[in-house]
């Protein structure tokens, strides 16, 4: 049986990105397995639905114990104005996932 949380980080993201207009901050939501660790599902606060998807492939699937990966993966190929802004929000969200786990055991 799958173990799931659902966990949350956010950055500021540039003044100019249409991001910041939008919603203020830039978050990121993950679903993460406690079991294995993979990241089941995740969505970001993108304006396109194109850059909500292509991050979605970046990620699913990862783990999120391998954050150094991930924010490797993001800095090859996600070249969007918000790639620091998606990669502090995964750090946020890697390290609320190890402090919420880290209560489970």
Do not use: W
Request: glycine residues 6%; hydrophobic residues 35%.
């Amino acid at each position: 049986m799958c173990s799931s949380i659902f966990v949350t980080g956010e950055a500021k993201s540039p003044s100019n990105n249409p991001i910041t207009s939008k919603f203020g901050l830039f978050f990121i939501g993950l679903v993460v397995d406690t079991d294995t660790h993979r990241i089941l599902d995740a969505e970001c606060t993108a304006t396109l639905a194109l850059t909500n998807s292509f991050v979605r492939s970046l990620i699913v699937g990862a783990g999120i114990d391998e954050e150094e990966d991930l924010v490797e993966r993001i800095s090859t190929r996600y070249h969007g104005s918000s790639q620091r802004a998606l990669i502090t929000a995964l750090r946020n969200a890697a390290s609320k996932y190890r402090c919420a786990t880290d209560n489970t055991r």
